[in-house]
Every structure is written in C-alpha cells, then in structure tokens.
C-alpha cells in the first residue's frame, strides 16, 4: 500500500519565524500532494494541492513544495502567528481514496 | 461554501448495540468518505460512495457498513459496536474523486462525532 508519513508529531515555535514541516511518501509519486488544517474538535479543512510537475505553491504565508526524487513535500508557514496554531496533515492520492498522514500538530509561542 | 454535517457530536453507546451516523452533504457532491481518526494513526478510509447506492470498501471496513440512499446522505453503520470502535469519525464529500482531477478532488470534511463504545 501507499504509505505517507509526517516526520514529527509536535512542532513548538517562536511567533514569526518559520515552521517547517515534511511529509514522506513510499513507492510511486502522485498525481498531487494536499495539505489540510484541522484545529481541536474539528474536521480538517483544505489548504493546498500541489502536483507532481509542480516544484513550489504559494498562497499567502504558505509554501509547499513538491520533491519526487527525494520523494518529500515540504510545507511552510512563513511570519508565524498564534493563530497558525493546529495540526497540519499531508494526503496523496492513491486509487481513488486520500491516504492521510498521522498530522503534525504546531503550536506558535506569542 | 460546501457544508457537511454530522447527526452528533459526541455519541455514548454499549458494547453489542447498533450505532447509526449520519452525515449530510448540501453541495451536490457525487462522492461522500467516512473515516475514522485515532491518535498517532491519522484518518483511516472506512467506506466510500461515489454514486446513490453505490459503495466500495476503504482500507478498514471490518465490523462496518454504509448506506447511501440519497445523493446527500450518507450513513456509517456499527452493526454491533465493539469498545475498539470508540474513536473519532469523520465523514467527507467531494466532487470528484481522488486522483481524478486535482482541486476538485478537495475533500470536505464535517466536523466530527466522537464515539465511545462502553
């Protein structure tokens, strides 16, 4: 099966720097990587898609990129706020279903 | 803004009983997801349906089953809940399904019933 995996569970950090978090996949690249945010007692909620022919995506203070020899997407929260606060998780396409990593939860110190 | 809704938010039930989620989606989705979240294991697919009264297995189906009898509605079914059933479910809908197309394959995700099995 397709495995993912987000290297760390827990990610604390100084308001405005940057958090730097990373997903690892196995076996073949996918049509795309996505990134949700999902904060406590809640659903997840989408943030970004990258695809396979994509080397860097944008949105705000957000950046992922998209590495299939070292088969990585690395997701970043740039100027980092108190707010940012959640856990984060990484999905892949794979026959029709999202395989889901475990999330790594962040915490911004003000 | 796409809408998913979930029967409870948190739901006690006995060992044995039969366990009824419900989820209903208000954007015409053709496809709808029930996971189920557990600490340190991430979502897990349960079932998912990509049409009315069609579904196919996810990766941890055992001890579950679904039912989709109209296009917004979509139920995850406990037949006899056992105490490792108690977790966090969540269900999804999207308009295509994954790996189809890319931004249309964005899941939306209701916000969750948690579940405890005595």
């Known amino acids: ?10 990610l604390n950090i100084q308001e405005g720097k940057t958090a730097t978090l990373t997903c690892n996949y196995t076996n073949y690249s996918p049509a795309y990587l996505q990134w949700y945010r999902q904060d406590p007692g809640r659903g997840p909620v989408f943030l970004l898609l990258i695809r ?15 590495d299939t020899t070292l088969k990585q997407s690395l997701f970043h929260i740039t100027a980092s706020q108190p707010a940012d606060s959640a856990t984060y998780l990484c999905a892949r396409s794979n026959d029709y ?9 962040v915490t911004v110190r003000a | 803004d796409v809408k998913v809704t979930q029967s409870s938010r948190y739901l006690v039930k006995r060992t044995g009983e039969k366990v009824f989620l419900e989820c209903v989606q208000d954007m015409d989705h053709e496809n709808m997801f029930w996971y189920r979240q557990d600490p340190g294991l991430g979502l ?3 079932y998912f349906s990509y049409d009315v009264k069609m ?26 809940a056992s105490t490792n059933q108690t977790s966090m479910y969540l269900c999804a809908s999207s308009l295509n399904l994954p790996g189809t197309s890319g931004t249309t394959d964005t899941q939306y995700f209701g916000p969750g019933t948690r579940l405890t099995v005595l």
């Open chain 1, 1 to 10: 099966s397709q495995k993912i995996e987000q290297n760390s569970e827990a």
């Open chain 1, 52 to 66: 396979e022919n994509e080397k860097e995506k944008r949105k705000e203070r957000l950046k992922v990129t998209f």
């Open chain 2, 44 to 46: 897990r697919l349960i």
């Open chain 2, 55 to 80: 579904k196919e297995k996810g990766d941890i189906p055992e001890g579950y089953s679904v039912s989709r009898e109209k296009k917004e509605r979509f139920s995850l079914i406990l037949e006899s």
């Open chain 1, 97 to 105: 279903k999202l395989s889901f990593g475990a999330g790594t939860t």
